[in-house]
């Protein structure tokens, strides 16, 4: 078998030289390049994420650009079922993902952010739930600097698309499922996620299409998708309000354990269908999406993105549901 040091050799190059040019490197001369590649290829010499690069004269290096910051109560399992799903589709595209998480970019401009990534031969940006604290990456999404799938993040260009389902109506969806499945409704308490955010408006817009529609009370307060802020929010509330609609399983959680604490008794249901909801063994209306699709069609797009395609907006479907703890420990028990 053909080693790196054997297509140095044949190219009358220098190793560090073939390391360069089969890493991407561009401070390298197109005759150097291509010797380089020609030896390469004679000797068989093909290695690993980089034999797409040799025979296609292509490479491209996705960026996965994940925030777990909203989730630091539990093992984040949305994040694990999008990067299973990007790594899954990335074998069948035979690129290469690098994760980043958004906390290594917060004392970096934007130019900085971009900079860095370039240095690491990224040429695309697949980001999950893009914060509105995050402007660098949303400048760098308008500017075009990459090409971008915005997963939860409803912004398309030229070379951005995104996916999503459709919040407004799933928020809208379970929160009338809730109310229907109860007789006494006149103040309800929504718990919603990060003030100004994109998810968080559209949600907010489906439960107020739902107030307007049936003439309620609403008390509309702000956990920042938190379970330890949505806990303080129902001892502040509960004991004036009928129902509590939550913009998050993971606040739900929170608002049905602050509850037990109060030793009183109200209809809760949240939103994302996560596993840890069974475990509260408490049957609550939730959104099931299916986070691991969501991020394989995410890919889907990117390749689209990179044949020339224009960008553009991707709705998948959600479903209305109850988490069993039963079904949740069957299902992984089999696994």
Do not use: W
Not at 253 to 270: H, Q, S, T, Y
Request: charged residues 25%.
């Amino acid at each position: 078998m053909a080693s790196i040091n054997d297509v140095a050799k044949k190219a009358g190059v220098a190793k560090s030289t073939v390391s360069k040019v089969l890493n991407g490197y561009r401070m390298v001369s197109d005759e150097t390049r291509e010797k380089v590649e020609k030896a390469a290829k004679e000797l068989g010499y093909v290695p690993n994420s980089f034999a797409v690069s040799l025979s296609k004269k292509e490479f491209n290096r996705i960026g996965l650009i994940v925030d777990i910051r909203h989730n630091r109560q539990f093992v984040d399992e949305i994040g694990m079922q999008y990067l299973t799903g990007a790594f899954e589709r990335s074998k069948v595209y035979q690129m290469e993902t690098v994760t980043f998480f958004t906390s290594q970019f917060d004392d970096m401009s934007a130019d900085q952010v971009i900079a860095y990534l370039k240095s690491q031969q990224i040429n695309g940006l697949i980001i999950y739930n893009l914060s509105i604290e995050n402007q660098n990456f949303y400048q760098i999404v308008k500017e075009q600097f990459f090409f971008c799938v915005l997963v939860d993040s409803a912004i398309t260009n030229q070379k951005t698309s995104s996916v999503s389902i459709d919040h407004e109506a799933a928020q809208y969806d379970v929160a009338k499922q809730t109310l229907a499945e109860n007789f006494y409704i006149q103040k309800i308490l929504y718990i919603a996620g990060g003030k100004g955010g994109y998810i968080t408006n559209l949600r907010l817009k489906g439960i107020r299409k739902l107030q307007k529609e049936m003439g309620f009370r609403l008390t509309i307060a702000y956990g920042d998708f938190d379970e330890y802020t949505a806990r303080n929010i129902i001892f502040e509330y509960a004991k004036n309000i009928d129902i509590i609609i939550c913009a998050s399983d993971l606040m739900a959680i929170g608002a049905v354990n602050a509850l037990k604490e109060m030793d009183i008794f109200r209809p809760v249901c949240g939103f994302d269908g996560i596993a840890l909801m069974g475990y509260t063994k408490i049957l609550m209306n939730t959104v099931k999406q299916d986070f691991k699709e969501k991020s394989m069609k995410a890919f889907d797009e990117m390749k689209r993105l990179l044949e020339g395609k224009h960008g553009r907006h991707l709705e998948i479907p959600y479903e209305i549901c109850k988490i069993d703890y039963m079904d949740i420990i069957k299902k992984y028990s089999r696994q």
